[in-house]
């Protein structure tokens, strides 16, 4: 292994702790606000180290834009998913946990 | 670095199936599809690592697909099919 | 390693069994269609462990994305009122009398089980199928991906047909109901800038998965289905074609491809004396031609199905809803 490769291996193992404390918290979190924050994590954080990890390791810069073009995809459709599910969520009046 | 890749893939799906729990329990709409669009972003990191892993380049144009897609159902979810009153039937 | 994979592959394959059984099985028909669209991400992701990245692109195109907008949008109409609405199935008053017209789809189910068990415990453990046949004749066809030499040209009936059924559906629907074209709510600022910022996008990889076709996964039903859910992503933002385009242009749009397929059938026919026996020459040029007609037509009958039904009968229609 290169050292390429143990910098490829970090990202990656950061970027799936994340995606497991994305799934932790959507199951532990008391409401869907709460849950919202925690999934966010996992799309925007999770998968931005995932993608930089094996953007590391990829053969050629039209990989990597790619990479980075589905990075950027999840991160818009994450924001705009999580807004709009809040603001509908509170137009509902689903109630906020309180402690 | 392959079996490393393999590793977290399955990791991954590990994640995914406990997420199912959400699914299956609610106890709103919303939460349900919370958790159906946190398995699309673990679908895309699965397929990513699979593409490095077996060297299969179409993969990527596989999670690029999911990627675009992510937001279709949430939207549709959010614009046609959630109910005005579900606050009512957060005890059931 | 391949414990690895051997583990993660049984894993997948138990979850899609027990998603399936969940999403038949569960009262609550929200969440049936979560649990559904969670088994199309799986599945997808069981064609591509099963080398079979072409049908996984398609999976993830039609079962992840448009079946979920499709049968959210299907809930919707099932509960107009949405006043009591938790979901739920209504109970069934006489559950004696279901229960006893069960035996027969099991009775079925079970033959077919068994027949399609027998046929691949039947198999040759080593066979090659056609494959070979497709491998040796791949230059003339036109395509270096043997999925679309296959589909394009030395089975391109099979694909015509299957556009003639997506039309076909799409008849049925226009033929039950009138569709919904009023303005709803409008979509606020995040889902139109949304829109706005994807269908560019959308658009794009259509184009690219109809080119990339020619020599690695992708082709005319995946560029379709993405095209077809740029549409839907319009819909929900509220986007309404002009009532001009929704009658003679909307239908014309409909059968270019199936339209064009017919042609080329028939001049081949009569130049040839084959039906879609394309000369080995032109072969490429007639595969991309035929591809992006068919594109195009999938791409709006798929958004023109999100719609619900005829776009002609709104306004008669109105008073009914």
């Known amino acids: ?99 | 670095m392959q079996p490393l890749y393999l590793a977290l893939a399955l990791f991954l799906l590990l994640n995914l199936g406990a997420g199912m729990w959400r699914v299956l329990r609610g106890p709103t709409a919303a939460d349900r599809m919370l958790a159906a669009q946190l398995f699309g972003t673990t679908a895309v990191a699965i397929l990513l690592l699979l593409a490095q892993a077996t060297a299969n380049a179409a993969l990527r144009d596989i999670a690029l697909v999911f990627a675009l897609l992510a937001t279709m159902t949430a939207v549709a979810f959010v614009r046609r099919a959630w109910p005005n009153r579900e606050a009512n039937h957060e005890s059931k | 390693m391949t414990l690895l994979t051997w583990i993660f592959d049984s894993l997948l394959g138990l979850s899609l069994l027990w998603l399936a059984w969940r999403a038949l099985a569960c009262p609550n028909l929200f969440k049936a269609i979560v649990l559904f669209v969670a088994f199309g991400l799986l599945m997808a992701l069981a064609w591509v462990r099963l080398a079979a990245p072409d049908v996984a692109l398609a999976e993830a195109a039609i079962g992840a994305g448009l079946t979920g907008a499709l049968l959210m949008a299907a809930l919707a109409k099932l509960h107009p009122t949405e006043a009591h609405n938790d979901f739920a199935v209504p109970p069934e008053k006489n559950v004696t009398k279901v229960w006893s017209w069960q035996w027969l789809p099991a009775i079925t189910i079970l033959l077919v089980t068994t027949g399609l068990g027998y046929v691949v415990l039947s198999l040759p453990p080593y066979a090659t199928g056609l494959s070979t046949e497709v491998a040796a004749n791949l230059e003339i066809s036109g395509a270096s991906n043997p999925v679309t030499a296959v589909l394009l040209n030395f089975r391109g009936y099979d694909t015509l047909l299957e556009i003639v059924v997506l039309l076909l559906a799409l008849l049925g629907v226009w033929s039950l109901n009138s569709a919904d074209l009023d303005h709803k709510a409008a979509p606020g600022i995040v889902l139109d800038t949304l829109a706005r910022l994807l269908t560019p996008i959308f658009i794009l990889v259509a184009a690219y998965l109809l080119w990339v076709g020619a020599h690695a996964p992708g082709g005319a039903f995946q560029a379709g289905a993405v095209l077809g859910a740029a549409g839907v992503l319009l819909l929900l933002a509220g986007w309404r074609p002009r009532t001009g385009l929704m009658a003679l242009p909307l239908r014309l749009v409909l059968v270019i491809g199936p339209a064009i397929f017919v042609i080329v059938a028939m001049l081949t026919l009569l130049i040839a004396g084959q039906m879609l026996e394309y000369p080995p020459t032109q072969a490429g040029a007639l595969i991309l031609i035929l591809e992006t007609a068919a594109t195009v037509s999938i791409g709006v009958t798929l958004a023109a199905l999100f719609l619900g039904g005829d776009p002609r009968k709104n306004n008669r229609n109105k008073n009914h809803t």
């Open chain 1, 1 to 99: 292994m290169n050292p390429n490769d143990y910098l490829s291996a970090a990202l990656l193992i950061t970027g799936a702790v994340f995606f497991l404390a994305g799934t932790l918290g959507l199951l532990r979190f008391p409401d869907v606000y709460t849950r919202l924050h925690a999934l966010t994590k996992a799309d925007n954080v999770g998968l931005g180290l995932m993608v930089v990890g094996l953007a590391v390791q990829a053969e050629s810069w039209s990989v990597v834009g790619k990479l980075l073009l589905i990075w950027w995809l999840v991160l818009i459709a994450g924001a705009s998913v999580a807004h709009l599910i809040a603001s509908g969520a509170l137009q509902r009046g689903i109630r906020m946990w309180k402690p």
